[in-house]
């Protein structure tokens, strides 16, 4: 590239990041979709959290301490205690997921060798809330079993874990994908909206008119669209390693794999505006096609957990190879089944192909006025 | 006295309503004539679907292999408890095999009941069942931690033991009939198109008429702006209860959400309705207070998701934390989820002139919002 062909790509990218920063709703929208995003997972992860419990304590006696103990320690319940007709109008009103009331006279059934009987109302709103609390309330009885007579369940379970510096925060986890997504949204929208809005006002027709090469006005809409979505994709990857906690491991990999994310969805993002040539039509399908395929691309678990079905479509997105190379970036997990370099250079390819898509749609645009190309040929 | 108006009054409401109609014909046809915001309008709630059906599946089942090395009776009764569980989808391996698996990434865990089990059982000594567990997210680690101890507990209750010690759990449930996750989610995602579509439709026939400045032309017409503003609120209504009530009726066919009798069916209509007209009249508000198309795809995408996802559209708002619970009192998308579900899943009124008091003041101080707008832009 020479320094007129540089001076043209810097020309197209300064100009196109100019008029984006006059259109304040376009930065907003790119700044808080993410954002967006990043809440919306985390009332997934707090919904998905603790049941709300009421625990009617009847007998005070050691073993029913013991049990209530045992319930707190099932990893299942955010328990409160409550006489019984608190406990009975609080799940007529739906506040609590189950009420549990440990009887009078469990201790001396239980020190009688009698069987004694936990009552427990689940409010079973749906099939998954039921089987939480079935499941908790269990637990807790193995735990007090455990611990009002070790050794009388003849089994016990022991743990290995891979990762021995503990398990990341649901939330945490969650967050590391939407450092990807906030990147997809940024790059999409900025230079799909660049893309666009030269046809919208018709000044498309001068830029194809001028005398530079196609591919320079392509690059220099890529370099533009990147350079303005910087600052969104820096505050949201601040926002997760602050509130998320969400430290990067691996700090050079985190931010390379974000500008190459980024790279290749702005240039999918030129491609899409070339196309569309609607910013409103952009809007939409960033929101209704990449959005919900990234759902598929392993953010809630490893892609390899998921139904064969699932796994082949989000193999062949290529930001299921970002979200991999994020989550190892970040916290150096191992979710991918290819190798991290694989994932880079397929993360690689989806950029040459999606540039490629752009130069694509920028010439079917150009060839729609044979007659000015050739007009400017001549002339020059 | 006779409270009726007059003829010349009835003739000014006749010409009112006629223009109202007139208002909203030409917007139903405008947004007809656009298949793109019929689209974005679908699909934003299906990401969301997609959201809740991934999520749920991916905190729900997790892969697993067990490899039971006991070639005794215990071992298999155990394998056996694992897999009615319920908890994991289950894959019976050899070590090499499983080892393989995890490796792998295609399972989240290998549990080991280790060679013989039966035989220290026999002899009444203890076993200890092995289990390696890829940690990286607390949710699916958790998970396996609860269900694997919940097996071993399900495992010894069922053989009737005779210790020290004989606590069990008698469980009552608050309704007849447990709902489906899947089936559950359905309902705030019709909430979420409901609201999506009343935003849209209604709005951008607001910030269309600022736009191609017809705005003058509208408020040059000899009647009141409240009477525009009622057709428009009226156009994204219609269209907004009609697509909402196609999405209910497809989830009817399909088993999903199929209110109980005529009464449920009324119910579910009255519930949609009253939500449609909240999201057009803050269509029209945003429409009128933003201008421009860009406001309004941004409310559709951004406030629309928020207010989904404050009113419990990822779980049940009642059971997070109380912060959330208290912002959502403020979401009038909280009433209409609770109302629609009451209406198609309990057959119950509770809360029904609540919900319904909500949602109608709501979509008032939208309309007086949208009013007022319109009122500021003719007095400049």
């Known amino acids: 590239m020479n320094g007129r062909a540089l001076r043209a790509v810097w020309a197209v990218a300064a100009k ?33 959290g603790h049941d709300p419990a009421a625990l009617v304590m009847a007998d005070h006696g050691s073993y029913a301490r013991q049990f209530a103990s045992s319930m707190a320690g099932a990893r299942t319940f955010s328990i409160t205690d409550a006489s019984a007709q608190e406990a009975a109008a609080r799940i007529r ?52 079993y455990q611990s009002a007579a070790p050794g009388q369940v003849p089994v016990s379970v022991s743990f290995q874990d891979q990762y021995p510096g503990g398990d990341t925060g649901y939330i945490s986890f969650l967050s590391m994908s939407v450092v990807v997504i906030s990147v997809l949204v940024a790059g999409l929208l900025s230079a799909g909206n660049a893309a666009a809005r030269e046809y919208e006002e018709r000044t498309m027709r001068g830029l194809l008119l001028a005398p530079v090469r ?12 990147f350079l303005i979505s910087l600052p969104s994709v820096a505050i949201v ?13 691996h700090p050079v990999a985190a931010a390379g794999t974000a500008l190459l994310t980024l790279a290749g969805s702005c240039a999918a993002g030129a491609a899409l505006g070339a196309l569309a040539r609607d910013r409103s039509v952009v809007a939409v399908i960033t929101r209704a096609l990449p959005v919900p395929l990234f759902f598929l691309t392993g953010v809630f678990a490893p892609l390899s957990y998921f139904p064969p079905a699932v796994q082949w479509m989000g193999g062949l997105l290529p930001v299921h190879y ?15 089944t290819v190798p991290l370099a694989a994932d880079a250079a397929i993360l690689t390819a989806a950029f040459a192909a999606f540039a490629a898509a752009g130069a694509v749609a920028l010439r079917w645009t150009a060839r729609i006025r044979p007659a000015r190309r050739r007009a400017v040929s001549r002339g020059r | 006295m006779d409270a009726r108006p007059g003829p010349a009054r009835r003739r000014i409401l006749a010409r009112w309503a006629l223009a109202a109609l007139a208002v909203a014909a030409k917007d139903l046809r405008v947004h007809l004539s656009r298949p793109w915001q019929a689209i974005g309008i679908l699909l934003v709630p299906l990401s969301y679907t997609l959201v809740a059906l991934l999520g749920s599946q991916a905190v729900g089942a997790s892969p697993v292999a067990v490899v039971n090395a006991d070639h005794g009776p215990a071992g298999a009764q155990i394998t056996g408890a694992i897999i009615s569980a319920g908890v994991f989808r289950l894959t019976e391996t050899s070590p090499a095999q499983a080892s393989r698996l995890y490796q792998d990434q295609q399972v ?15 002899r009444h000594r203890h076993a200890v069942i092995d289990v390696r567990l890829h940690n990286m997210d607390a949710d699916l680690a958790d998970d396996i931690r609860r269900g694997v101890p919940d097996a071993v507990i399900g495992w010894y209750l069922a053989r009737q033991p005779r210790g020290p010690v004989r606590a069990v759990i008698s469980e009552t449930e608050l309704r007849p009939q447990d709902v489906p996750l899947y089936e559950y989610s359905v309902l705030p995602v019709i909430v979420l198109v409901i609201t999506v579509s009343g935003i849209l439709v209604a709005g951008m026939a607001a910030a269309r008429e600022y736009e191609s400045k017809t705005i003058r032309g509208l408020l040059l017409a000899p009647v009141p702006a409240g009477v525009i503003i009622a057709g428009k609120m009226a156009a994204g209504w219609a269209a907004t209860t009609v697509t909402a009530l196609i999405v209910l009726t497809a989830g009817a066919v399909l088993g999903w959400t199929r209110p109980d009798g005529l009464a449920g069916w009324a119910d579910s209509v009255a519930a949609i309705a009253l939500a449609s007209l909240f999201a057009a009249g803050l269509g029209i508000a945003i429409g009128c207070w933003g201008r421009r198309a860009q406001p309004v795809s941004v409310g559709a995408t951004i406030l629309a998701v928020e207010l989904f996802a404050l009113s419990g559209g990822l779980g049940v708002i009642f059971f997070e934390p109380p912060w959330l619970q208290a912002v959502a009192r403020f979401d009038p998308l909280t009433y209409a989820v609770h109302a629609l579900q009451q209406a198609v899943f309990y057959s119950s009124t509770t809360g029904w002139a609540r919900d319904a008091a909500v949602r109608a003041l709501s ?18």
């Open chain 1, 322 to 336: 970002a979200v991999v190379l994020t989550q190892w970036g970040f916290r150096g997990l191992m979710t991918g």
């Open chain 2, 363 to 380: 979509a008032v101080a939208a309309a007086v919002a949208g009013t007022l707008a319109m009122r500021r832009r003719l007095a400049r």
């Open chain 1, 214 to 225: 196609l591919r320079h006005i392509l690059v220099g809409r890529i370099l533009g669209s």
């Open chain 1, 237 to 249: 990857m601040a926002v997760v390693a602050l509130l998320a906690g969400d430290r990067p491991q």
């Open chain 2, 108 to 122: 989240a865990a290998v549990i080991t009941i280790p060679p013989g089990t039966s035989a220290l059982l026999a």
């Open chain 1, 16 to 48: 196109d990041a100019r008029v984006a920063l006059t259109e304040r709703m376009s930065l907003l929208q790119a700044l808080t979709l993410p954002l967006n995003y990043l809440i919306m997972m985390s009332l997934f992860a707090l919904a998905g």
């Open chain 1, 93 to 144: 009103a739906g506040n609590l997921v189950a009420a549990v009331t440990i009887p009078p006279g469990f201790d001396t059934d239980i020190r009688d060798h009698q069987a004694a009987t936990v009552r427990v109302v689940v409010n079973n709103l749906n099939q998954d809330l039921t089987d939480d609390a079935e499941r908790g309330m269990r637990l807790a009885l193995d735990q007090f």
